[in-house]
Structures are given as structure tokens and as C-alpha cells.
């Protein structure tokens, strides 16, 4: 097993929906996660990360963490074509290490 | 700089041959990490720096992989006998060790072709 998994995708949304972007891991001692984006030939951006159980909201974006389950979920409303891309899930190893999952592909579709 | 710098973008090399990959991190940044990634995959660990020192090699495949940092700053990760299998992009990420953000800033990365 994987210690953090996504589905690869890829995830077509028209614009204007909600897309959701789902990640599992298997640490149940994990305490931080993390979503980057990934646009093509580009480097990783962190976009949010989140700690606690809940939501966690910022501008369009919703970041979702269930520890009990081990789920971790982002949220983009009122999708745009600029956001499509690779969107990582990792979670924190440690002090400073963060482990990744393979990403899902979004494609937004005007 | 503005930015982590990465040198080279590019490297194409012959199987069996010895490999340098450069990396400047963000200035004050005194953690260092080294990623590698496969087309379709997310960035795999492979080594982390505090300061000079790898605080954790763990990701390290082989030891045909070594990396070093010898004045806390710029960072080379070195390949011996290279293989088609090390063929990637190969990422440098830096980071403040204060705070939990977790935010790593990535370099644009150098892909590695190995023929």
C-alpha cells in the first residue's frame, strides 16, 4: 500500500463546477497535509495545507481533512480553465519531510 | 536569487557515465530537499538537508546516489553509472525551518535522459 494515494485521473470538470480532488494515506499518526499544484513541465506550488478536522477555506479552494477515515479532500468552486493541472495531496513525515501522492490530473472544460 | 536555481535543465548522458546535478537554494533557506519525478508521478524523496548536514538520506535508491551541501547552501546531487531506469526530473525544493507550513519552493527542475 501506497503511504499516500490519489486517483491518477484524469478528472474532466466544465467551468464553473466544482471539481473534487480526493487523497487517502496510511500513517494514522500524520498531523499535516498539503495540496500543490502542478502545472505541465512546471514545478510544484504549495496551495493549501490544513491540520485540523474539517474545513478549511481559502478564496475558491476547501481543503477537507477526516483523520478517522485517513481522507483528505480539495475543493475548487467556480472552476476555471487556469486550473488545470496536477494537484498533489502529501502529508508530513517527520519534522520536515513531506511524502507525495502520484497527483490527479484535472482538465477544466470551457 | 529570486527563486531555487537549478542547473542543468538538461542532461543527456550514456548509460554508465557519472552525473552532477546543481542546486542554489533560496537565500537563508536552510532546508534542502531533493525530489526526483517519473512522467505521471508525484516527486519521490530522496534526501534532506538541514544546514550541511542530510538529515535524512532515506530516499536515496542506491548507492550510486550521494549528495552533498559542504557550506549549507549549494547543494550537488551526484549519480555514479548511470542508469536508463535514473532517468527523470530531478527537483530541488528549500525551505525556512522555522514554521509548519510545510510550503517546500521547488526549482524548475533538471530532466535527466539517460540513453
Given at each position: 500500500?501506497?503511504?499516500?494515494?490519489?486517483?491518477s485521473g484524469p478528472l474532466s470538470v466544465p467551468e464553473g463546477a466544482i471539481a473534487s480532488?480526493?487523497?487517502?494515506?496510511?500513517?494514522?499518526?500524520s498531523q499535516s497535509f498539503f495540496w500543490y499544484r502542478q502545472y505541465s513541465g512546471k514545478s510544484p506550488e504549495l496551495i493549501m495545507f490544513i491540520y485540523s478536522n474539517g474545513d478549511k477555506e481559502d478564496g475558491r479552494f476547501t481543503a477537507?481533512?477526516?483523520?478517522?477515515?485517513?481522507?483528505?479532500?480539495?475543493?475548487?468552486?467556480d472552476s476555471q480553465p487556469s486550473d488545470s493541472a496536477t494537484y498533489l495531496c502529501a502529508v508530513k513525515?517527520?519534522?520536515?519531510?513531506?511524502?507525495?501522492?502520484?497527483?490527479?490530473?484535472?482538465?477544466?472544460n470551457p | 536569487g529570486a527563486g531555487v536555481s537549478q542547473t542543468p535543465s538538461n542532461k543527456v548522458t550514456e548509460k554508465g557515465k557519472y552525473v552532477e546535478l546543481r542546486?542554489?537554494?533560496?537565500?537563508?533557506?536552510?532546508?534542502?530537499?531533493?525530489?526526483?519525478?517519473?512522467?505521471?508521478?508525484?516527486?519521490?524523496?530522496?534526501?534532506?538537508f538541514q544546514g550541511t548536514g542530510a538529515a535524512d538520506d532515506s530516499g536515496l535508491p542506491n548507492d550510486r546516489f550521494?549528495?552533498?551541501?559542504?557550506e549549507g547552501s549549494v547543494s550537488t546531487l551526484k549519480i555514479q553509472r548511470t542508469e536508463?531506469?535514473?532517468s527523470a526530473v530531478y527537483l530541488c525544493a528549500s525551505?525556512?525551518?522555522?514554521?509548519?507550513?510545510g510550503e517546500l519552493f521547488f526549482g524548475e527542475g533538471s530532466r535527466l535522459t539517460v540513453l
Open positions: 500500500q501506497k503511504e499516500v494515494e490519489q486517483n480532488l480526493n487523497c487517502t494515506y496510511s500513517d494514522r499518526g477537507q481533512l477526516n483523520k478517522a477515515s485517513q481522507y483528505v479532500s480539495l475543493l475548487i468552486r513525515r517527520g519534522a520536515q519531510k513531506l511524502v507525495f501522492g502520484q497527483g490527479t490530473r484535472l482538465t477544466i | 542546486c542554489d537554494p533560496i537565500s537563508g533557506h536552510t532546508a534542502l530537499y531533493w525530489y526526483r519525478q517519473s512522467l505521471g508521478q508525484g516527486p519521490e524523496f530522496l534526501i534532506y550521494f549528495a552533498v551541501r559542504p536508463r531506469g535514473d525551505s525556512t525551518r522555522t514554521g509548519n507550513t
